[in-house]
């Protein structure tokens, strides 16, 4: 006899996790493996952060700021918001959680698209909500049948812009006609993990509609671009009402110190997220015009990652890379079962993913 988990739990599975570099480099002799399945900024952080955290070593015996005042007040001056509307996070994921915890229960609805982060259904389903999936048009959100799918049981609807795992964006119009169109007692839930990749004459900026929305919650993180993933820091702005919910179910201690430490360094150097920004783009653009060539088809990206179409499946694809040391994400498990997804990287791994995969398709293994 063994103790019974919660009922929602059997049908469920732990997020599937790629294999490591390590695992990579040991389980097939390689000397390099490149993992471009996270999503993580391969030009790591800014310079100015290391010497600085060094200093702190001295401090890990002190619990850290639980209010994290330090960075939610430089975040409020960065965005221009109060100090109240900034809600810190041990990543964005754990605000994905504490969303769910604090808002939904018994059968309460969230509505979010299908295929999209995948963190969001799993959290409504642990809290006893339902999740309701919309799928994409062709790899972007449909809001207006999202909107449909609202009901008067549904409290959250998630909006993932640019959208992991297509990349694609919204239409700025259709985005902020979708805003205004959603019930005041259901959230919107922005998450924006890639914002900082995406063009911003086209994607709809939505830090000023707080002011007119005060069901919006705007999701950012320092895990992607600011390339600290590591640290786990992701934040969140939204109403002062709904921050203090939050902060009621959150963990006491939930965000480490050298991370707000480090966000805060991170945050002063937008010169190295405007470099990356750069790199990111200049590296897709190669991947886009290369595949091209290739032959193969792939969604429009506006982050830091592209989805391919694959010829074969998306697992069977991502095996045959991963006999030539690259780990990407196979769409596959995503459901998008004829996708790889593929973290863009430094100018000369692209180079070599592109050499290697241009082998791989003439050898029909991709
Ligand atoms: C990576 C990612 C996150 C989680 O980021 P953390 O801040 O590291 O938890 C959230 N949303 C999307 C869409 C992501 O791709």
Redesign the pocket.
């Known amino acids: 006899m063994t103790v019974k988990a919660r009922e929602v739990l059997n049908n469920m599975k732990a997020y599937p996790l790629n294999k490591s570099i390590e695992e990579v480099q040991a389980e097939l002799g390689f000397e390099k493996a490149y993992k471009l399945a996270e999503?993580e900024n391969i030009f790591g952080c800014s310079p100015k952060i290391k010497a600085n955290l060094s200093t702190h070593l001295n401090e890990l015996f002190t619990y850290p700021d639980g209010h994290a005042r330090q960075l939610t007040s430089k975040l409020a001056q960065f965005h221009q918001l109060h100090f109240h509307s900034i809600f810190i996070g041990n990543?964005?994921?754990?605000i994905i959680r504490l969303l769910c915890r604090a808002f939904i229960c018994n059968d309460d609805e969230a509505v979010m698209a299908d295929v999209t982060?995948p963190?969001y259904k799993t959290n409504v389903l642990i809290e006893g909500g339902k999740p309701i999936i919309v799928p994409l048009q062709n790899g972007v959100h449909d809001l207006s049948s999202m909107l449909r799918a609202i009901t008067s049981k549904t409290k959250l609807v998630f909006i993932?812009n640019p959208n992991?795992p297509t990349g694609t964006i919204i239409n700025k119009q259709q985005l902020l006609e979708f805003i205004d169109q959603v019930p005041n007692d259901c959230l919107v839930v922005l998450?924006e993990?890639?914002y900082e990749y995406a063009d911003n004459e086209q994607l709809l900026q939505s830090v000023p509609l707080l002011h007119k929305y005060p069901n919006l919650v705007i999701?950012r993180?320092f895990?992607?671009a600011y390339g600290l993933?590591a640290l786990?820091i992701?934040y969140g702005m939204m109403s002062p009402i709904y921050v203090d919910e939050l902060t009621k179910v959150k963990d006491v201690f939930n965000v480490n110190q050298l991370g707000q430490i480090a966000a805060s360094l991170a945050l002063e150097d937008q010169q190295f997220i405007n470099d990356c920004v750069t790199k990111n783009k200049t590296g897709k653009e190669y991947l886009e015009k290369e595949l091209t060539v290739l032959n193969y088809d792939f969604y429009p990206s506006q982050a830091n990652f592209i989805m391919i179409h694959t010829k074969r499946r998306g697992d069977y694809a991502a095996n045959s890379l991963l006999k030539h040391g690259f780990i990407v994400r196979a769409g596959t498990l995503l459901g998008l079962p004829y996708t790889i997804r593929v973290t863009i990287s430094s100018m000369e791994d692209n180079i070599h993913f592109i050499n290697t995969f241009k082998n791989l398709a003439a050898e029909g293994e991709v």
Not at 91 to 94: I, K, T
Request: include cysteine; proline fraction near 0%.
């Open positions: 999503n990543g964005s994921d754990e982060f963190r993932c992991n998450d993990a890639y999701l993180t895990s992607k993933a786990r992701g």
